[in-house]
């Protein structure tokens, strides 16, 4: 794991994605998140949920600085419903920012810890809300995917609901765009930040994209990243839940949106997944 959490650390530093929420652009990002939340609690399932609850328990995984977790706080909240917000990452500076943000916007302590989404059942704890947002999924692939699925529907209570923030990246990266050998990511004053081809795994469905900055001369930082479509993602989700929804983003983003899922079947424990097939152990060996 400490690894994967420099390795993280080491992307987000070279190609500097957008998610200080101390940040006035940023800041905007979260208040859209705010904008979201107010539409998606009108939903059937969400009021069921909070009809006569008054308090809730929010778990966000890969929360990052918890701009997804503290607006869906901020937003129930506003319900007069007493909120106790969990946010889970790998990047500990991460967290820290987190804490220190969320507790300036909602007034009141908020708990980060440092786990693995795949491990969120060691926890020991149990949550109403199980929240990823960020479109996170790509850090997954599917074999991570079963786990994270596995260890979220054990620690979600049987009332509860997992909420994905998620994209067709089928869609948008692959047919609508086209996947490119070399992008220009992002280019400022200080930095030109290229991301480039650098490999796919066929037995873990990954691509491998390098990150550099040009200006700083950067070393390139490798990545592993998994293109997740709606429906794959929304099919592994109903292994573990028994009923699931979309709800397409009230932004209007193009095939983008929330994956809803509820009722935990508990059939396919993380105890059961606890065992790492030959594929993988071989996998792991070679990488060594």
Same mark, same amino acid.
């Given at each position: ?79 007069? #419903?007493?909120? /106790? ?19 300036? *916007?909602?007034?009141?302590? #908020? ?11 060691? $926890? ?16 997954? /692939? ?15 209570? /049987? ?22 050998? %070399?992008?220009? *990511?992002?280019?400022? *004053? ?24 040009? %200006? ?16 794959? $993602? ?12 979309? %709800? ?5 983003? %193009? ?34």
């Amino acid at each position: 794991m400490k690894k994967h959490d420099n390795l993280l650390k080491s992307f987000y530093n070279v190609f500097s994605f957008p998610e200080d929420p101390r940040t006035e652009e940023e800041f905007k990002r979260y208040e859209k998140a705010v904008r979201r939340f107010q539409i998606l609690i009108e939903h059937e399932w969400f009021k069921a949920l909070i009809q006569n609850k008054p308090q809730i328990h929010i778990l966000e995984i890969c929360s990052g600085m918890g701009i997804g977790g503290v607006a869906l706080a901020k937003v129930l909240s506003e319900k007069n #419903i007493n909120i /106790n917000l969990t946010l889970t990452d790998l990047r500990e500076n991460a967290l820290k920012i987190a804490k220190e943000w969320g507790y300036k *916007e909602l007034k009141k302590d #908020i708990c980060v810890i440092k786990v693995d989404a795949r491990k969120t059942h060691t $926890l020991e704890t149990k949550a109403d809300i199980i929240l990823m947002y960020g479109l996170s999924a790509p850090h997954f /692939n599917p074999w991570d995917m079963v786990r994270l699925l596995a260890s979220a529907s054990e620690t979600l209570l /049987n009332d509860g609901l997992m909420i994905m923030e998620e994209s067709d990246r089928i869609y948008r990266i692959f047919y609508q765009r086209g996947y490119k050998e %070399v992008l220009i *990511e992002k280019v400022d *004053e200080e930095r030109m930040v290229i991301s480039t081809h650098a490999g796919y795994d066929m037995l873990k469905g990954t691509f491998d994209r390098a990150v550099i900055d040009l %200006v700083s001369r950067s070393r390139p930082v490798i990545l592993e990243t998994y293109f997740w479509g709606l429906a794959e $993602l929304m099919a592994f989700t109903w292994i573990f839940f028994e009923d699931i929804d979309f %709800v397409k983003d009230p932004e209007g983003n %193009v095939a983008q949106g929330f994956i809803m899922a509820r009722k935990p079947r508990r059939k396919l424990s993380p105890d059961i997944l606890a065992k790492t097939p030959k594929i993988l152990r071989d996998i792991a060996e070679k990488e060594q």
